[in-house]
């Protein structure tokens, strides 16, 4: 009989943990700080220099605590391949400037993370690179756009800040008809909760220092897919140089080890914080994808396995009654971050969305009122009691 396949939080344990020979039978992955590893024999150097044997050559390429990293995700994500970056946007920009060439057309959406915009609205029409930005919501547009011509679809799905759903399988079959490749930023949902390549997607990217890590204290990015795709983006990073350091491999790899417990803790006590929120009077709007009276939650049940820790909501009296109710909680960090095991909130206006007019937030539907709250694993009774105390100073 062959072993069942191993759950999502058995490989949160165990991915690239095996298979590797340990300095002095250590358990856990080493710090390997060395940037340079040295060979004696020309003849094995020349073979691990040109790929034919397995070894490091300089860190900037490889290193063994940030393969054993690469090789967690990969296996999380059930790619073929994966690899590295210094940071979530050194992973995303690597995508775009490996896959797209001056006269390429690049299809996404208007709510995609706020570094990520700034390369299509700022950096890639410098190259001659035309992105299209669709309304999130809009698949019909999406497609239309998709057949008027695309190399890439860049999709990101839950969405910052309004937690909208993307659907991937749809969409990714759209772009294949027309030859494109496929892109997913998978921070927001986890692999716990989504595998975009299941759904169709040819690269997943990740800002591990969200959830990943989980503790926000290391920044590390990672693309999954097949051998090719991943090949490609690794020969840019290795040139472009945004390489992830060993110490940040190394908190990463400790924080994914708990990532399926998290994100399972913060799934449930994010439903019930969203329900308790759609409750009360002073609270005008819950985005959601778990909740029912989400716009797109069939199609969060059927992509995802949980629906994740992040949710939004708007409070009657906008900023005003923001500044009053975000000094009265007392299990918060008050920051631009998200995914951690801590609870953290932010108005987008200070966080995602900071760059941008409040007309251009009232377009993207992003009310002054709005709070992005970020669940962390605190006792979900402490949480809904700790936001009843704010709240009511409005209410
Ligand atoms: C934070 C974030 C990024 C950027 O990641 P960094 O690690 O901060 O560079 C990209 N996408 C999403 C969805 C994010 O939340």
Known sequence: MTAPLPKQSTIAVWGGETGHERYERATQVPVVHSVS??????????????GRESGHIYTRNSN???????????????????????????????TLFTLLRPGDRVVSIKDSYGGTNKLFGEFLPS?????????????AQIEAEIQRGCKLLYLESPTNPTVKVVDIERLAQAAHAVGALVAVDNTFATPINQNPLQLGADLVLHSATK??????????????????LVGRLQHFREINGAALAPMDAYSLLRGMKTLALRVERQNQSALMIARWLRAQRCVEQVNYPGLEAHPHHDIARRQMRGFGGMLSFSVR?????IRLILPRLRYAHRAANLGCVETVVGPPQVTSHVECSAEERAAAGIPEGLLRYSTGIEDVSDLIADLQHALAVIS
């Open 37 to 50: 590893f040295g060979y004696s024999d020309l003849d094995t150097w020349h073979a691990v220099a040109l």
């Open 64 to 94: 063994p605590t940030v393969r054993a990293f690469e090789e967690k995700i990969r296996d999380l994500e059930h790619a073929p391949a994966a690899t590295s970056f210094s940071s979530g946007m050194a992973a995303i920009s690597a």
């Open 127 to 139: 190259f001659g690179i035309e992105a299209v930005l669709c309304e999130t919501g809009e698949f």
């Open 211 to 228: 959830y990943l890590g989980g503790h926000a204290d290391a920044l590390g990015g990672a693309a999954c897919g097949s051998q090719t």
């Open 317 to 321: 009296g906008g900023l005003a009654a």
